[in-house]
């Protein structure tokens, strides 16, 4: 662990050190979804693999939109886009709580020198109709995780249990790199030929972001697409299991691809301030009935573990 | 006597959970073990972030034998009968005894059950307690099923007796009973063995982890008050903030720090509130000044650096949430200063109160009319306390209490001072929620007094209105607190309300559009219908005050029968006048003239009513002086012509204590005229003559309450 000890010296290295500390305890280190979506959780490697009986074990980053949170740049902690690290692992492991704090140590924390906290939090995502039990995990009064024992999703129990580590990426680092403002934090290693900073990749983004999130999408339009995207969602959905060809093959994926859109255009409309707050709870619900209507999809195929209860059902017999 | 160590090694436990958590683990575990024939000298509960233990000391080492005899079927009963009766007992024929009585030989069967052995009784319950704990919130983890409140890692079970320890051995789900334990996650994490409780306990503290929650609890209040006291400060007592600090940490290390100059004009609430909740800081105060200027933090590990990375990290993470509230109260200023409180309120026109109920807005239009109707009667400006009423809500827009809901109210108050409003009415802003609970104060500047009044009665004449009553243990909007702070209101100011018009007229005017009338014969006009319905629910809710203000007044000492023999009287609908004379009443009561003129009424009444009854007359007036055989009767007659005299003028004047006395001064009087006099003569004149003395006997009694309605 010679490596743990020596401090990161950039935003890339924090991330890249978490990539082979997970990969190096079994995770399939995954890929960001190529969607828009508001929290790593959404990645289908999170919130479909959860279910069914299939043990699974991922890691990835995934870019995270929140149009309401835009701040053009200039808060020091705030962004509509940042990255979450996420690590999913089913079933949960006993030494998940002492695999999470060998990766502080793997970036830079040292043990004996902070203060690491299990402090109560449930999580709760109404728009995926999922919650679960854990706690963020401090690190000297500061919130550098949320460690989560998923108990449903989709309104489908979880068994087994999978446990959801999420690490708010910028925040993180900031911490671990002694850095005030977002924006002043190195990407790359500063003593590279061409250093870069946060803000050289992402000031810019984050100022047309906002004024187009808060200003000018076109709420129409938005109001249109969502309502496509509920619809298409349903229509694949409520397609016969079988093709012409008479394969069976159920499309949840495809189909909760247009659940996070729906998720994603709900965001934009909120920061856009044309969802009233009778009106949000309404629109919660319909994107959480399509999250169900995937989630009972998904754990009719086979990754959802369908074959395997079949099995084991057929073995009992 | 063996002594039993229990210990549940978890991940962990939120701090809010681990004080019920300690006694429900206590009293299942112990009423277990009593249950199944243990007896133990005593037992106690402790609990750490990731440790949950019962120490039982003095336990039996096995439970008694029990004998039960049963009796079964007659000798000669059918074999069926009498193998069920063998089968039921587990018995054989040979094992049951005959004996005779009235109609036969019976069998009877005696069943020995022989004493367990503690270390199964406690396997036993142990497992049954972990399986079937209530925590408030449980959870499964892995591809287990058992739930417990985080994940369970090891359970800890050993008896111990001169001899030394044994583990008691059980399996829940995997996990394996043993005799070790783990010490403070960073500082000793290795595994070790106990022997004993106080083994157990030595060796945890050696191991970095303080297990007694209240010795945690002290350890930070003394050390921190200490480091505060040294820099001639003083730490914000928190009791709720300091239990669940304790609960958070093994090891509790003490740090304190400096609030950075640039926060230091923040107020004081915004600072304590986002230190507490944010952060679990305890606030330090310069008493000099009463600025909060510093804050302590509870770090869960010592350190090489004596916690100064700890600190530092704190510190920025301070800064951090500070300034976001620092940009918050800075926005709202400028809101404020460019438009105004109500410019503030204007977007609570889109915030729902209650489906039923309409907008916020809508409930502060009520609010201000209301107010300014009750202003003349609690002595405030009319026009003050309308201005108060609109703009007391306005915060709830605010960006503050947005983040920090708590702060409503408090908030208003300094966006109300920063526009130049009135002081009275950015006093409101706070004091219109009060008395929020029964240790808080009830307003007295009349404006609050006008608002908070006006805001409680909305509510619960909005609630009435449509039906949402409190059921049981189910007040789900808190009407019956909106109750007790109206009465608490009411009385600790003086207030005269007419409840009955004021709530009639709430419940008229509140948005609530359905009716249902149940007893509907056709006969009335739909105006007439929800005029009455109206007048029946503004009667539910007087009633609704009624109890409340029983069950207040029972809390300062006045029997029920008391406020029942008020309550009976006209203008009980006036709260203020109501007690104003169960007070006297309970006053005059605790004298002996007063308890004894009670009986002496009765013993009046009793008689009167007797006589009614059989004579079939009402005996309600004429009595004559001139018909008074005796000092004493004629004495009575001057007596009653004097407390008449005294009680009417007294009554009207609603001095209550001055008619009370001259009632209670009938006692020695009455007590003569019975003493001395016999009612029922021969003589039909003075017999009717004395019946009507003692109607105005009653007659005079019953201005002041209805008596007849005391116990005993």
Redesign the interface.
């Known amino acids: 662990m010679a490596d743990s000890v020596s401090q990161p010296k950039s935003f890339q290295e924090i991330l890249m050190r978490l990539q082979a500390y997970w990969g190096a305890r079994g995770c399939a280190v995954l890929q960001p979804y190529d969607m828009e979506v508001g929290a790593g959780t959404f990645h289908p490697g999170t919130t479909l693999r959860s279910l069914g009986s299939r043990p699974w074990a991922a890691a990835y980053v995934q870019p995270s939109r929140r149009p309401t949170d835009g701040r053009y740049g200039e808060n020091?902690?705030r962004l509509q886009h940042y990255y979450q690290y996420q690590v999913l692992i089913k079933?949960?492991?006993?030494d998940l709580?002492a695999l999470y704090l060998g990766s502080l140590e793997a970036i830079g924390i040292d043990?004996?020198?902070?203060?690491?906290?299990?402090?109560?939090d449930?999580w709760e995502s109404p728009t995926l109709g999922a919650w679960?039990?854990?706690?963020e995990v401090w690190?000297?009064?500061?919130e550098v995780s949320q460690f989560t024992?998923f108990?449903q999703v989709g309104g489908h129990d979880?068994?087994?249990?999978s446990?959801e580590l999420t690490y708010g990426l910028e925040r993180l680092a900031m911490?671990v790199l002694g850095i005030?403002h977002v924006m002043d934090m190195p990407f790359n290693d500063p003593s590279s030929p061409t250093p870069l900073k946060y803000g050289d990749v992402f000031r810019q983004t984050e100022q047309e972001y906002s004024r187009w999130n808060f200003d000018q999408a076109d709420t129409a339009m938005l109001l249109q697409h969502f309502v496509d995207a509920e619809a298409e969602c349903e229509r694949i959905l409520s397609a016969p299991a079988e093709d012409a060809a008479g394969r069976r093959i159920v499309m949840a994926h495809p189909a909760y691809d247009q659940c996070i859109k729906a998720s994603h255009l709900f965001n934009l409309l909120d920061a856009r301030g044309v969802i009233?707050?009778?009106e949000r709870q309404a629109y919660i619900g319909r994107v959480r009935a399509l999250a169900k209507k995937c989630a009972d999809a998904f754990v009719t195929t086979e990754a959802g573990g369908a074959m395997d209860a079949a099995e084991e059902a057929g073995a009992g017999a | 006597m063996p002594d039993l160590l229990i210990e549940l090694f978890s991940e962990e436990i939120p701090a809010r959970m681990q004080a019920r958590a300690r006694a429900d683990l206590q009293k299942l575990i112990t009423d277990g073990l009593v249950e199944a024939g243990l007896t133990y000298a005593s037992a106690g509960a402790s609990s750490t972030p990731r440790r949950l233990t019962l120490a039982v000391e003095g336990l039996s080492a096995e439970s008694p034998t029990l004998r039960e005899e049963r009796k079964g079927p007659k000798a000669d009963a059918p074999e069926k009968a009498i193998e069920g009766f063998l089968r039921s007992t587990g018995l054989t024929r040979d094992q049951l005894v005959e004996r005779e009585d009235k109609k036969g030989t019976v069998l009877y069967a005696t069943i020995e059950r022989p004493g367990r052995p503690a270390p199964q009784i406690v396997a036993e319950v142990l497992e049954r307690t972990i399986r079937n704990f209530p925590w408030p919130k449980s959870m499964r983890w892995g591809a287990g099923s058992l739930r417990w409140v985080r994940p369970l890692h090891s359970i800890l079970c050993i008896l111990t007796t001169e001899a030394g320890a044994e583990v008691v051995p059980l399996n829940v789900d995997g996990i394996a009973s043993g005799d070790t334990t783990r010490g403070h996650r960073f500082m000793a994490p290795d595994a070790f063995a106990v022997t004993s409780f106080d083994d157990y306990a030595a060796k945890l503290r050696a191991a970095k982890v303080m297990l007694d929650p209240a010795e945690r609890a002290e350890h930070i209040w003394n050390d921190a008050t200490n480091r505060a006291f040294a820099q001639g400060l003083e730490v914000v007592e928190d009791k709720g903030l300091l239990e669940e600090v304790a609960g958070l940490v093994e090891w509790p290390v003490v740090l304190m720090g400096k609030i950075g100059e640039d926060f230091l004009g923040l107020p004081p609430e915004v600072l304590q509130t986002s230190m507490k909740e944010h952060q679990k800081f305890f606030s330090v105060r310069n008493p000099a000044t009463g600025r909060i200027e510093g804050f302590v933090t509870v770090a869960n590990r010592e350190t090489a650096d004596d916690g100064a990375t700890i600190l530092a990290g704190n510190l920025k993470v301070l800064a951090a949430r500070l300034s976001d509230a620092r940009f918050f109260w800075e926005n709202d200023l400028r809101t404020v200063k460019s438009e105004g409180m109500e410019g503030m309120a204007a977007g609570l026109s889109d915030v729902t109160f209650h489906n039923k109920l309409g907008s916020q807005a809508d409930r502060i239009a009520r609010i201000a009319a209301l107010a300014h109707e009750i202003a003349p009667i609690v002595g405030a400006a009319p026009d003050l306390a309308t201005e108060a009423a609109r703009v007391a809500k306005a915060d709830l827009q605010s960006e503050m209490v947005g983040e920090f809901p708590e702060l409503q109210g408090t908030m208003g108050g300094y966006y109300a001072r920063a526009e130049g409003l009135p002081e009275a009415v950015a006093a409101a802003c706070k004091a219109h929620y009060q008395p929020l609970g029964p240790s808080d104060d009830a307003p007295t500047e009349p404006v609050s007094v006008a608002v908070a009044l006006a805001d409680k009665l909305d509510t619960l004449t909005g609630f009435w209105a449509i039906d949402e009553k409190p059921t049981g243990s189910k007040d789900p909007f808190a009407l019956r607190r909106a109750a007790l702070g109206v009465i608490r209101l009411v009385l600790g100011n003086g207030v005269r309300l007419d409840f009955s018009e004021v709530l009639f007229r709430g419940i008229q005017q509140s948005p609530a559009q359905s009716f249902h009338e149940r007893t509907d014969d056709g006969s009335l006009s739909p105006e007439e219908r929800a005029d009455k319905n109206h007048h029946a629910k503004a009667a539910d809710l007087l009633a609704f005050f009624h109890d409340r203000l029983k069950v207040h007044l029972r809390d300062q000492g006045i029997r029920h029968d008391v406020i029942d023999a008020c309550l009976a009287m006209p203008g009980n609908d006036d709260l203020t006048l109501l007690v104003k004379r169960a007070e006297a009443l309970a006053a005059t009561l605790a004298t002996e003239d007063g308890a004894n003129l009670i009986q002496g009424f009765k013993r009046a009444n009793n008689i009167l009513t007797q006589a009614e009854e059989k004579d079939g007359v009402e005996y309600s007036f004429g009595a004559e002086a001139k018909f008074a055989e005796g000092p004493e009767e004629t004495a009575l007659f001057a007596a009653l012509d004097r407390a008449d005299a005294t009680i009417a003028p007294a009554m009207k004047a609603e001095d209550f204590p001055a008619a009370m006395a001259a009632m209670a001064a009938l006692r020695a009087p009455i007590d003569a005229f019975f003493e001395a006099v016999q009612i029922n003569t021969d003589n039909q004149v003075v017999r009717r003559n004395r019946l009507n003395l003692l109607s105005r006997i009653r007659t005079t009694c019953l201005q002041v309450a209805d008596l007849t309605r005391l116990e005993g």
């Open positions: 020091p902690n079933p949960s492991p006993p709580q043990m004996d020198l902070h203060d690491i906290r299990f402090v109560e449930d679960g039990l854990g706690w690190c000297d009064g500061m024992y108990q979880c068994r087994p249990v446990g911490y005030d009233s707050v009778t």
